[in-house]
């Protein structure tokens, strides 16, 4: 599976998201720039939701906390 990446040319540089995930969003003086911002914008999204997430399950037991091989996923599963 893979994510995405919508890139706008708009006046001043390039605007980028991530169709599948929203609030992923940044821009850029030029295409590599946005792209570049782009991934940084979904790491720190990421971790922020991350962080979240782990501050709702305080008190839960939770069985397992793992790595999920994003790659293997398949999006017509």
């Known amino acids: 599976m893979n994510l995405t990446a919508v ?3 708009v006046e001043g540089g ?3 998201w991530i169709e599948e995930m929203e609030g992923v969003a940044t821009q850029g003086a030029t295409l590599a720039e946005a792209r570049e ?3 940084d914008a979904l790491a720190e999204t990421l ?3 991350r962080e979240l997430a782990r501050r709702k399950q305080q008190g839960n ?3 397992s ?3 999920l091989p994003f790659g293997g996923l398949n999006a017509a599963a």
């Open 65 to 67: 906390r793992e790595a």
């Open 14 to 16: 390039i605007m980028a």
């Open 47 to 49: 971790e922020a939701r």
């Open 37 to 39: 911002n782009l991934l």
């Open 61 to 63: 037991a939770i069985l």
């Open 7 to 9: 890139f706008v040319e």
